[in-house]
């Protein structure tokens, strides 16, 4: 089966359950979005009902057009909407895909959901659809998504400078993250154990 159809699933544990988005999504994601301390590293900003309105649009014409794999995120405990995370740059002739575009209300960071969600990810790249590289890129001023990424047990591979363009004018030096397959076995126990420590997490 090709990556098309197996990457949208549901995934879930006690934590956290990731479906794909859907219109229907609309008012429970925009009653977590509306803070723009969320977007601060984001490659667009959301402090408007337009920007938001603009944002999920966009949101979902990438997974219409197969270019993401949008996962909707609730958290178990609450039953709350919680954020969002997504499958892009799907290279399956490479077997290599980006896990990004992850953002979390301002009450679901620090709780765990970050690093479910991410675990859930992994474990269907990696066991399901046969991905040799899970690779993660983020704003390299981001320290709190880069102490995120590390306490996933990403490896950081190196920065590209200029990377591209940022809300208010600045250009992003993106630093890349990776897990590879034949890494997997031994991260897959380190993150089962559950997160290292209470506090921010990455978005």
Known sequence: MSWGSVAPAVLENDRVRLRPLTA????SVRAI?????IWRYFVSMIE??????????ATLADQEAGRRVVFHITDRTTG???????????AEADQRVEI???????DFQGTGVNHWSKYLLLE??????????VEFKTDVL?????RGLR???????GVLRSFNPMPGGRRRDAVYYSILAWEWPDVKKKLAAGPRRKRPEAV
């Open 100 to 106: 990004g575009w992850s953002w979390l209300g301002v």
């Open 33 to 37: 979005a509306m803070d723009p301390v």
């Open 124 to 133: 269907h790249a990696f066991e399901r659809m046969g991905a040799e590289r």
């Open 24 to 27: 229907e999504d609309r008012e």
């Open 80 to 90: 709350r909407t919680a954020g969002s995370m997504s499958f892009g740059n799907l």
């Open 48 to 57: 408007t009902e337009e920007d938001f309105e603009t944002f999920f649009a």
């Open 151 to 157: 306490n996933i047990e990403a490896t950081e591979e």
């Open 142 to 146: 981001n320290r709190q998504a880069r």
